[in-house]
């Protein structure tokens, strides 16, 4: 695979410059905006609620409502398989003058939702899910108060949910995490003029409402998440040269990158300008990988890319171990026991454990079921397709459309770098 690649938008921060653009006087204009399924499923939400939004390709322009100015969805919220929507609906819906209810597709109805409802409840706001604690979320908006909210989880979306909701308390209102979670909530919401102090020697991050939130000029940089893919194709297949550009290298999301470099990677960064977060160009030549440990200190910042590295540890000489990553199990598939199967497919010598894997690397798989399965799973579409190209074998992709939810155009860009 070879040449240079300019990936879409960043999923995280096109999420949250719609919300925090909604809930801002004026007009907020973001440009190279993620169209994938998962940000229209936001987009279309807050139209729901009364946001006037106008979107031409990745140009999108968002007349905001003011913090206060939401109004009551005429019916349910549909999420579709997005949890960030979700999640961080909840705590901007809390403190809202009217109820409103969420509901999801099957996957999304199966994933867990009391993280976010007991932080907010810290708030008081009153939250009703099933018995199984998932979607649908019937939230009732009341006043909010202020408080000291501890996470148990790493979870940036659960800390932005409760950020969200602080805007409208009474009070001011503090959240500390376990460890320090991805912060473009943070970035943004300083940046549309919120007063948001944080502490990064006690990870946590204090909310004082009240603020006016001003529309702004957001220009959404490359997504690491996507870029992850080719920066893996590049090192595992062979006679690769390629450069993968305007990348967001915020420090709480290249983790992949650390591991890469760790493992050997032959890669290189030119950072080339700051949009509120940094960003640059990420070059990787076809590398000879070593085995690599990672454990729960390293999961928040490459908790997306885990399959990633289950998969450069698959090429990798030695043995590699990843735990404290059972956060996994509860995303879009049990990404611990999917990526496991998928692995074993190909041949792996691969120990499923509850929180992570036991991987032994090896040039050359003997692939065992050549039909890989992405069960609906957008990062598990695409690490399937990464590991068709590096395999001898052909082999065979089960619903590729799941790709669409993060990155619509993830095989025509594929094929641009040489990937058939």
């Known amino acids: 695979m070879n040449g240079e690649l300019a990936v879409p938008g960043d999923k995280s921060i096109s999420h949250r410059a719609l919300m925090i653009g909604a809930l801002s006087e004026g007009t907020?204009?973001?440009?190279?905006?993620?169209?994938?399924?998962?940000?229209?499923?936001?987009?279309?939400?807050?139209?729901?609620?009364?946001?006037?939004?106008?979107?031409?390709?990745?140009?999108?322009?968002?007349?905001?409502?003011?913090i206060a100015g939401l109004v009551e969805p005429a019916a349910p919220l549909q999420m579709n398989n997005s949890g960030t929507s979700t999640r961080l609906l909840m705590g901007i819906l809390a403190g809202q003058s009217f109820t409103s209810q969420l509901v999801g597709d099957a996957s999304l109805s199966r994933r867990p939702m009391k993280r976010v409802q007991g932080p907010l409840a810290?708030?008081?706001?009153?939250?009703?899910?099933?018995?199984?604690?998932?979607?649908?979320?019937?939230?009732?908006?009341?006043?909010?108060?202020?408080a000291r909210v501890k996470l148990e989880v790493a979870s940036a979306?659960?800390?932005?949910?409760?950020?969200?909701?602080?805007?409208?308390?009474?009070?001011?209102?503090?959240?500390?995490?376990?460890?320090?979670?991805?912060?473009?909530?943070e970035r943004l919401?300083?940046?549309?003029?919120?007063?948001?102090?944080?502490?990064?020697?006690?990870?946590?991050?204090?909310?004082?409402?009240?603020?006016?939130?001003?529309?702004?000029?957001?220009?959404?940089?490359?997504?690491?998440?996507?870029?992850?893919?080719?920066?893996?194709?590049?090192?595992?297949?062979?006679?690769?040269?390629?450069?993968?550009?305007?990348?967001?290298?915020?420090?709480?999301?290249?983790?992949?990158?650390?591991?890469?470099?760790?493992?050997?990677?032959?890669?290189?960064?030119?950072?080339?300008?700051?949009?509120?977060?940094?960003?640059?160009?990420?070059?990787?030549?076809?590398?000879?990988?070593?085995?690599?440990?990672?454990?729960?200190?390293?999961?928040?910042?490459?908790?997306?890319?885990?399959?990633?590295?289950?998969?450069?540890?698959?090429?990798?000489?030695?043995?590699?171990?990843?735990?404290?990553?059972?956060?996994?199990?509860?995303?879009?598939?049990?990404?611990i026991q999917t990526v496991a199967e998928l692995l074993l497919q190909l041949g792996v010598d691969v120990e499923e454990r509850p929180d992570g894997w036991r991987i032994v690397g090896r040039p050359n798989w003997q692939v065992q079921k050549p039909n890989l399965n992405s069960h609906g799973d957008h990062r598990l579409g695409m690490l399937a397709a990464v590991a068709a190209l590096r395999s001898t074998t052909p082999l065979f992709l089960i619903d590729p459309d799941a790709v669409a939810v993060s990155y619509p155009s993830f095989f025509a860009d594929l094929a641009k770098l040489g990937g058939a």
């Open 122 to 146: 810290r708030l008081g706001a009153q939250i009703g899910l099933s018995e199984a604690g998932t979607l649908p979320a019937t939230v009732v908006g009341h006043p909010l108060q202020g």
């Open 28 to 66: 907020t204009v973001i440009d190279h905006f993620l169209a994938g399924e998962d940000c229209l499923s936001t987009l279309r939400a807050l139209q729901d609620l009364g946001v006037e939004i106008e979107r031409k390709g990745e140009h999108v322009e968002v007349i905001g409502r003011g």
């Open 157 to 185: 979306q659960v800390k932005s949910a409760v950020i969200l909701a602080a805007l409208q308390a009474q009070g001011s209102t503090t959240v500390s995490e376990p460890l320090p979670t991805r912060d473009h909530t």
């Open 189 to 335: 919401l300083k940046a549309f003029g919120a007063n948001l102090t944080v502490d990064r020697a006690a990870n946590s991050i204090t909310v004082t409402p009240g603020a006016r939130l001003v529309g702004q000029e957001v220009l959404v940089p490359g997504d690491p998440s996507s870029a992850a893919f080719f920066l893996v194709a590049g090192a595992v297949i062979a006679n690769s040269h390629l450069t993968v550009k305007d990348v967001c290298l915020n420090p709480t999301r290249t983790g992949l990158i650390r591991v890469l470099k760790k493992m050997g990677a032959r890669l290189s960064i030119k950072e080339t300008a700051s949009v509120g977060e940094p960003l640059g160009d990420v070059t990787i030549q076809t590398s000879q990988l070593r085995a690599v440990t990672v454990n729960a200190k390293d999961v928040p910042d490459l908790i997306d890319e885990l399959p990633l590295v289950a998969l450069l540890a698959a090429c990798a000489d030695g043995v590699s171990e990843i735990s404290g990553a059972g956060e996994l199990r509860v995303k879009e598939t049990d990404r």
